[in-house]
C-alpha cells in the first residue's frame, strides 16, 4: 500500500487538450512537491507548496494543495509535446519522512 | 556543470557480484539520499545522510551500505548482489534533512544476472 496515491497512471492526450493530474493520501503533509522525470533521467523538481489552499502556476502549469493538505493535483493547459514524461509527486510527514507516489505517465501526441 | 553525478551510469553484473556506485554533489547540499527505483517506476527511499550521519534507513538488507567520506559523497556498495537488487538507483541531495526539493541524479541503471 502506497502512502500517496497518483490518478490516472496513464494519459495519452493530443497537444493543445488540458489534463489534470492528481496526488491524494489520507495522511497530512508538511510540504508537497511535484517532480517531471524524463526516460534516462533523473526526476526533476517542479514546484514545492506548503500552505493548505496554496495555489502556484509555473507557465502551462497549475500546482495546488488541498485545503488539509492531504491531496495535492496538478492542472497543464494547452498540453505539448514537450509536456510528456513521467509526474511524481512526493510528500514529507513531520519534516524527516518522505514518500513518493506511483507516478503518471503521461504522453501528448502532436 | 552538473548538480549531482553517479557512476555508472549502466551497471550489469552477475549474481553473487559485490559493485559500488558513487555519487557527488556539488551544490554544498547537506543532505544526501540514495533511491531505488523499480521497474513501476516506484521511487522508494533507501538512505539519507545529513553531514555524514545516517539518519534514515529504511528497511534496506544489510548487503547494502552506504558510504559518506565527506558531505559531497555518498556512495552506496552491494554485496552479494541478487536477481531483485535489478533497478535504476538514484542519488539525491537537499539543503535540509526533512527531503524537500532534493535535487537527483541522473540513475544508475543496475541489471544483475
Known amino acids: 500500500t502506497q502512502l500517496l496515491e497518483q490518478s490516472p497512471q496513464f494519459l495519452s492526450i493530443q497537444e493543445g487538450e488540458n489534463l489534470t493530474v492528481y496526488c491524494n493520501s489520507s495522511?497530512?503533509?508538511?510540504?508537497l512537491q511535484w517532480y517531471r522525470q524524463e526516460p534516462g533521467e533523473g526526476p526533476v523538481l517542479l514546484v514545492t507548496v506548503v500552505t493548505g489552499g496554496e495555489v502556484k502556476k509555473l507557465k502551462r502549469l497549475t500546482f495546488q494543495f488541498g485545503d488539509a493538505r492531504k491531496d495535492s493535483s496538478l492542472h497543464i493547459t494547452a498540453a505539448q509535446p514537450g509536456d510528456t514524461g513521467l509526474y511524481l509527486c512526493?510528500?514529507?510527514?513531520?519534516?524527516?519522512?518522505?514518500?513518493f507516489g506511483s507516478g503518471t505517465k503521461l504522453n501528448v501526441k502532436p | 556543470d552538473t548538480a549531482v553525478s553517479q557512476t555508472p551510469k549502466y551497471l550489469v553484473t552477475q549474481m553473487g557480484n559485490d559493485k559500488s556506485i558513487k555519487c557527488e554533489q556539488n551544490?554544498?547540499?547537506?543532505?544526501m539520499y540514495w533511491y531505488k527505483q523499480d521497474s513501476k517506476k516506484f521511487l522508494k527511499i533507501m538512505f539519507s545522510y545529513n553531514n555524514k550521519e545516517l539518519i534514515i534507513n529504511e528497511t534496506v538488507p544489510n548487503r547494502f551500505s552506504p558510504k559518506s567520506p565527506d558531505k559531497a559523497h555518498l556512495n552506496l556498495h552491494i554485496n552479494s548482489l541478487e536477481l531483485g537488487d535489478s533497478a535504476v538507483y538514484f542519488c539525491?541531495?537537499?539543503?535540509?534533512?526533512?527531503?524537500?526539493?532534493?535535487?537527483f541524479g541522473q540513475g544508475t541503471r543496475l541489471t544483475v544476472v
Open positions: 495522511s497530512v503533509f508538511s510540504s
Open positions: 539525491a541531495s537537499s539543503r535540509g534533512w526533512d527531503g524537500t526539493e532534493a535535487f
Open positions: 551544490l554544498g547540499h547537506d543532505t
Open positions: 512526493a510528500g514529507t510527514i513531520n519534516f524527516n519522512k518522505f514518500y
